[in-house]
């Protein structure tokens, strides 16, 4: 069985003929996986830890060290300037 990439499952929602009751479907589907990344990534990301995120208003990957935990953002500080991201945005680096 051949495995369907992220551009066939993209091209699929935007030019299929889903319903609207099929999208709602999708979106709660979504949805819910942020909500488990979210709680996963809360659980092992701490305050002090390296994290990256990539801001696509920048167009780069941002790397810095977490200053607090909220319940669905962190606040990361990237040398003198602080975000506040979302926590399932974050990952720590494989090179930490």
Known sequence: MSEITIQEINSGIMFGTFTNDQL???AAAIKFRRGQITRENK???WP???VEFYAPK????IQ?????????????REGTTMWRVPVS???VPEHV
């Open 24 to 26: 709602d479907s999708i």
């Open 43 to 45: 659980r092992a990301i």
């Open 48 to 50: 002090g830890d390296i």
């Open 58 to 61: 920048r167009g780069r990957t």
């Open 64 to 76: 810095g060290k977490v200053v607090k935990m909220a319940i669905k953002n962190a606040t990361i």
């Open 89 to 91: 945005m974050l990952t």
